[in-house]
């Protein structure tokens, strides 16, 4: 009879939280996770009646693999709540020697973030809600541990961490700060942020915004967010180290639409380098998302006519942040005034943005600079779904992301891409077919883990005869080199001799497939089922 009332608990708590919804069968574990009480979480097939022994995650079994995947990114890849790779001592797979990824943890925590918020947006299920609480948390965290505003840190974790943990933070890197005291307890964090690493936790922010109805997660979204975006607008005068084409100078200036830290900059005083033919910028104790770069250099002796040098992806990455503002702040009576102010800026600039948004061009050449795409597509992904102006959302839709940005890799198999394409594509447009193939690229995608295998497919693809040493046509993604985000990484790579017992977290998979969920662009091929909490002596394992 207490098994009965117990199972019967656990079928109710699998109910949406959306509107009172009631969901038959919503996840509310992680697959193979041990609970109080000699409880252990497994599959229930709602249609038969019974558990299922060993799910498959093999073709045709989409969701099951990422069922598959969450578990194992919580069982070995989420330390101190960060996501990152992780090598095993052996190929037993049983003991984390050694984390990978440590500068780029907090784009794919926020990546994460994200595809549990559209699990939640698709299934309701109870375990997604959790995962979004906690993964906020840890973000939250990183916005506030640098100490000023808007500064996040890559990563961070207890003083008092594992062995492997704390070789993320060695003392010897001049980026890590450790031994930093905050929540009343010491800390090590990793600075010298970049703007990729914002890309993800903002994606993650404001898809998890969309799904939770929890007004104090959504009040630690909306202050830090607020926070950020603010100090984007106060364009600081201040002191700056200049390295200008190898001269060093220290001149007061104002940075436009920056975030500065004290604790990166060396000596106290924030540092830029600066390079006019080619161009190209880089900071320490500063990070800036400006339009125009030359609103910088015309401040500088002898520069005042300098031509302007627009930052077209930069200029999409500032447009969503403050999407993202206003989404979090919309119909928020204690934030009317501060919304205001973000929504004038921003209709104020806008229209320029948009513009030189309009003249975004592919600059990567072969297999150079691929990430750059990613980070151009993730924020266009926000800016295009929470523009509320038609007119400016048609041109995002026609000029930027369909003649701009897809035109450049519709032929590169990108799964993450072509849902981004097909989820927000022109009203006119027919994406089925894009979809279509995409989806079942995602299915070629391989069953959890991820290990970094070695690959060799020369004389497999054809070389390209403009970049040697990779293929002329996209690698199927069942044959691609395994990466923390495999969307991010060029697809002609021909060889790579892999890692021995390196495993990846699968976030690349859970994002696509969650998106597609969510848009449906992709069918549940396991409805009827969920992960519940069962007596593990009932369950044959």
């Known amino acids: 009879m207490q098994r009965k009332i117990i199972f019967l608990f656990m079928i109710l708590t699998a109910v949406q939280a959306r509107g009172g919804e009631f969901a038959s069968c919503t996840d509310t574990c992680l697959y193979g996770s041990v609970g109080a009480e000699d409880t252990r979480c497994a599959l229930w097939d709602s249609t038969v009646g019974d558990w299922v022994r060993q799910p498959s995650t093999g073709p045709g079994e989409l969701h099951h693999r990422a069922r598959h995947y969450a578990a194992l990114l919580h069982a070995w890849m989420l330390p101190a709540g960060g996501v990152m790779s992780a090598q095993f001592s052996d190929a037993a797979l049983n003991e984390v020697v050694v984390y990978g990824g440590k500068r780029d943890s907090a784009i794919w925590t926020g990546v994460y973030l994200a595809s549990e918020a559209l699990r939640f947006l698709a299934t309701g299920a109870p375990d997604a809600a959790r995962s979004m609480e906690e993964t906020i948390a840890t973000l939250h965290r990183w916005w506030r541990i640098s100490g000023d505003p808007g500064y996040l840190a890559r990563y961070a974790a207890p003083a008092d961490s594992s062995a492997p943990i704390q070789a993320l933070l060695s003392a010897d890197e001049p980026e890590v700060h450790r031994d930093v005291l905050f929540e009343d307890a010491l800390w090590h964090w990793r600075g010298h942020i970049s703007r990729d690493q914002y890309q993800g936790v903002l994606l993650g922010y404001s898809l998890a915004y969309q799904a939770t109805s929890n007004p104090q997660v959504r009040e630690i979204i909306r202050q830090d967010v607020v926070e950020f975006v603010e100090q984007l607008m106060r364009s600081e005068r201040r002191p700056v180290q200049i390295i200008l084409n190898g001269r060093t100078m220290t001149q007061e200036v104002s940075i436009p639409y920056a975030v500065f830290s004290q604790a990166d ?186 290990l970094s295998q070695p690959r060799d497919l020369r004389g497999v693809y054809p070389e390209s005869t403009q970049c040697p040493g990779i293929s002329s046509v996209a690698v199927n993604v069942d044959e691609r080199v395994p990466a923390s985000f495999t969307w991010e990484r060029h697809p002609w790579k021909l060889y790579d001799p892999g890692t021995p017992n390196l495993m990846y977290p699968g976030i690349d998979y859970l994002l696509a497939y969650w998106m597609g969920r969510f848009y449906g662009l992709i069918e549940d091929d396991a409805s009827g089922t969920c992960l519940l909490w069962t007596n593990s002596q009932e369950t044959p394992f």
């Open 265 to 450: 900059a060396p000596n106290g005083i924030p540092a830029l380098t600066i390079q006019l033919s080619p161009f190209s910028a880089a900071g320490e104790g500063v990070l800036f998302f400006t339009p125009d770069a030359a609103d910088l250099i015309r401040q500088l002796p002898g520069l005042r006519r300098f031509p302007s040098i627009y930052q077209e992806t930069q200029t999409i990455q500032l447009a969503s942040i403050f999407r993202i503002a206003l989404q979090v702040t919309e119909d928020v009576p204690a934030y009317a005034s501060r919304r205001r102010a973000i929504a004038d800026h921003y209709e104020q600039h806008v229209d320029k943005w948009l513009s030189i948004a309009e003249g975004w061009r592919n600059t990567n050449r072969c297999d150079e600079g691929y990430f750059g795409l990613n980070i151009g597509f993730i924020p266009l992904y926000n800016w295009i779904r929470l523009e509320t102006n038609p007119a400016r959302q048609a041109r995002l839709r026609d000029a930027v992301l369909r003649d701009a940005m897809w035109a450049e890799v519709a032929e590169h198999k990108n799964v993450f891409f072509a849902l981004i394409y097909g989820s927000q594509a022109p009203l006119a447009e027919d994406a089925q077919a894009i979809i279509d193939a995409h989806v079942e690229q995602l299915a070629r995608f391989p069953a959890g883990p991820n």
